[in-house]
C-alpha cells in the first residue's frame, strides 16, 4: 500500500480545523475557538415549518448540477445578474474548492492575505498553488504590498480576499484599497475571488461597496445568516468560470442536496421574516462582541490590542506584552477555554503574538467567564514532596 | 483570461449526464435516460415526519467532517467495521470523487469496466488517470482480460467496478469472478472499489456474497433506497484511506448536510419501516422491469436481446439488426422518449449497438408508451410540393 499512500502525505496539509472541531465538543470547554453561529440565531421553528411546506418529491429527487432554478434566480436578483451566472454549492467551502481547481494549475501563483482563511489556504494547496501571502493591516489588504510584487514579475492566476470582517481580522478592506486590487488583479489577468459570508453580519459602521472587477466571483453562503447545518453556498461570476465549475461539481457530487436548498430559498425569500432575523442576530452578535471586548480590555487592559469589530464573528487580539499565543493556547486549553492562535493562518507559523476569539457562539455570561480562564494565572508549581513521602 | 482558462479545456470533459438531466426535464418527454428513482418510492411522508422529529439546533450547526456520529455508527455495523472505517459524503458520487483525488495521480492507472458509469469515468478523467476499460460480459468485468494486462505489466492503482446490478448493463459480477478480481487487484497492489447503490434493489435470483480484499473500498447511498435530493452517501475503507478523503473533504466542503443525515439515519434505523419500504420498492421496480423488457421484446422481436434483469434500475438493450444507438436516439428525442445510447459509457465511443433503458422513472402504462414511440417506424419522407404550390 505504499504506492497507494505516497499521495497522501503530498495531501495531508493541516488539519487544525478539524482537529479544532473536536476540540470545541469537549463538554467543559468553553470554546471561541469555532466559526460557529450562536445556537439562538439558528431558526428552528421557521425551517421546520419551511420543510414542511416545501416537501414534496421534487426536493426528494435529483436535481440539476447548477442549482435549485427558484435559488439561483434569487441570488442572482440580489447582485443584479443572470441565473447563468449563479452556482450553487455545499457553502462557501465548495466555491472555493471549485473555483480553485477550476483555475489554478499545479505551481500556478495564488494570492491570499495574510493571515488568511484556513480553508481557503488548504484548497489552494491541495491544487499545487504557489501561495503568495500578503501583509493585511487595518484597511485589508496592502495593495501597495501587492503592487510592488506584481511590479517585480509576480503573475498570479487568482487573489483571494475575505472583504467584510475578515477571517481572522474582522478587518473590512477599505473602499480605496477594493479600487485599488481591483486594478491590480485586472492588470495582471488574476480572478479575483471575493469571499463574503460576513458582510450582512455588519452591526455597526458603515457598508463599504462591494468589490467591483471584470474578472470577480463572488462567494457566498447562508451559513453565517440561517443555518450551517445546510450547507448552502453559491458562487456569482463570469459564465466561463460558472460552466467550468458546473463540469467539476457534475463530477464532484452532481449536485447539492435539492431539500436544503429549498429550504433556504423559502426562508430567503420571505423578505420580512430575513430581514427581522438579521435584525435579530445582527443585535445578538453586537452584544456578544462588546461583551467579549470589554471583557478582554478588563482582564488584560493595555497588554492587548483589539481591533475594532464591526460586524462578523471574530475579535483579533494581538499581545502587546510579548505572550505567545501558541503558548497561551496549550494553558487555555487545559483551563477549558479554548480560541484560535494566530499562527494557525499563517503559512510561515508567523503571528505568533495574536489570536482570533470567536464571540457568537458563547451567551454574554459565558463569554465572561471564558474570559477570566484566559486571563487566569498559571496555578503555582507543585509544593516539593515531603521528606521520606510515601507513594 | 485566456490564461486562466487553458486549464478549463482539458477539464472539461464529457457533460452528457448533465444534457441528459436536462433532457428529461422537458414535460412532453418519456424518460428512459435518467436513473432516477420512481416518483412513487420516494417516502415524502416519512421524511416528513423524520424531519419534524429530528430537527434540533444540533441538525443546524457546522458538524464533524466525518459526519454525523450515529450515522456512521449504523453504515460501521450493516459492514460489520468499527466508526473509524466510515466517512459519510454527498452521495456515492462524492465518494468516487475523494477516493481518485486522495489515490490517483495524474497519469496512475485506473481499470473500469467497459462499459462504465459515466460519472466514475468523469472522476478518473478530473484527475488525470490514465483509463485502461477491461470488457465485461454476463458475468461481468472479464478477469482473464485484466488478468493477461496485468501479466504484461499494467499496474494500476485503483479498479473500479459496480458489483450489483450495474450501470449502465445491470450485470452482477459472479461470485468466482469476484474472487479473481480480488486476488489479482492484491497481487496487482491496486485499491478496488466496490460501488454499490443498487444492491439492495435486488428483486430476483440469488444475493451474491460481497467483493472482499484486504484493500477495498466500499461506496454505498441513499439515493436508489430513500432519496437522492438527500444527497447521504459513504464510503467503508481502511483507516488510511478514510483518513485521507476526510482530509480532502474538508478542504471540499466541510461536511456532508448535517440536517439530511439525521434524516436519512432516522429513517435507516427505523428497521421495520426501512424493511417494508424496500419490499415496497423491489416490487414496484421488478414490476416495471417485467413491463418494460416484455414490451421491448413485444415490438421489436429478435432484432433485440436483453439480459435478464434481476434488480437494480437499468436494462440493457442490445440491437441485433444494425440499429445504431446514437442514431435512434436522435430519433427518439424527435419522437419524445429518451434512452442513454451505450457509446456514452464508453471512452471510445464504442457500443453502438446498445441502449440503457431506465425502468424505475416511469409507470407501467408510460413504459408501454414510451416502448411505442421508440419502435415506430420513422415517418415517411413530406410528398413533393404540388406544381405552382405557395410558400
Excluded at 481547481?101 to 504557489?130: C, I, K, M, W
Aim: net charge negative.
Amino acid at each position: 500500500m505504499e504506492d497507494l499512500r505516497s499521495k497522501l502525505a503530498r495531501n495531508s496539509g493541516s488539519s487544525r480545523i478539524r482537529e479544532l472541531l473536536h476540540l470545541t465538543e469537549r463538554p467543559d470547554m468553553l470554546s471561541l475557538a469555532g466559526g460557529l453561529p450562536a445556537t439562538e440565531a439558528l431558526p428552528v421553528d421557521r425551517i421546520r415549518s419551511a420543510f414542511t411546506a416545501a416537501l414534496d418529491t421534487r426536493g426528494l429527487q435529483y436535481g440539476p448540477t447548477e442549482g435549485v432554478h427558484d435559488l439561483r434566480e434569487y441570488v442572482a436578483d440580489r447582485h443584479g445578474v443572470t441565473v447563468g451566472d449563479v452556482l450553487i454549492t455545499n457553502g462557501a467551502q465548495q466555491a472555493l474548492d471549485l473555483i480553485a481547481r477550476a483555475v489554478v494549475d499545479d505551481g500556478d501563483v495564488a494570492v491570499v492575505e495574510s493571515p488568511a482563511y484556513l480553508g481557503a489556504s488548504q484548497v489552494l494547496q491541495n491544487v499545487g498553488a504557489s501561495i503568495t501571502a500578503i501583509a493585511s493591516d487595518d484597511d485589508g489588504l496592502d495593495t501597495r504590498v501587492l503592487q510592488e510584487m506584481v511590479d517585480r514579475g509576480l503573475r498570479p492566476k487568482l487573489v483571494y480576499v475575505v472583504s467584510n470582517f475578515h477571517n481572522p481580522t474582522g478587518v473590512t478592506l477599505s473602499a480605496l484599497r477594493r479600487g485599488e486590487l481591483a486594478e491590480i488583479a485586472t492588470r495582471a489577468g488574476a480572478l479575483l475571488v471575493d469571499d463574503d459570508p460576513y458582510g450582512e453580519l455588519r452591526f455597526a459602521g458603515q457598508p463599504v461597496p462591494p468589490l467591483a472587477a471584470p474578472s470577480l466571483v463572488r462567494v457566498g453562503t447562508v451559513s453565517k445568516v440561517l443555518a450551517p447545518g445546510l450547507r448552502v453556498g453559491w458562487m456569482v461570476g463570469p459564465p466561463w468560470l460558472i460552466d467550468a465549475c458546473v463540469r467539476l461539481k457534475q463530477a464532484t457530487d452532481l449536485h447539492t442536496s435539492t431539500l436544503t436548498q429549498c429550504v433556504a430559498l423559502d426562508l430567503l425569500r420571505d423578505a420580512d421574516w430575513f430581514a427581522e432575523h438579521l435584525a435579530f442576530i445582527r443585535g445578538l452578535y453586537r452584544e456578544r462582541a462588546h461583551t467579549l471586548t470589554g471583557a478582554l480590555t478588563d482582564r488584560f487592559g493595555d497588554r492587548i490590542t483589539i481591533a475594532p469589530v464591526h460586524g462578523g464573528l471574530f475579535a483579533w487580539v494581538r499581545f502587546a506584552d510579548g505572550t505567545d499565543a501558541d503558548e497561551l493556547f496549550a494553558r487555555a486549553v487545559a483551563r477549558g477555554v479554548a480560541f484560535v492562535p494566530g499562527s494557525s493562518f499563517t503559512l510561515d507559523g508567523g503571528r505568533r503574538d495574536a489570536a482570533r476569539l470567536c464571540f457568537a457562539s458563547l451567551p454574554p455570561a459565558r463569554l465572561v467567564d471564558a474570559v477570566d480562564r484566559l486571563a487566569a494565572r498559571p496555578p503555582p508549581p507543585p509544593p516539593p514532596p515531603p521528606p521520606g513521602g510515601g507513594f
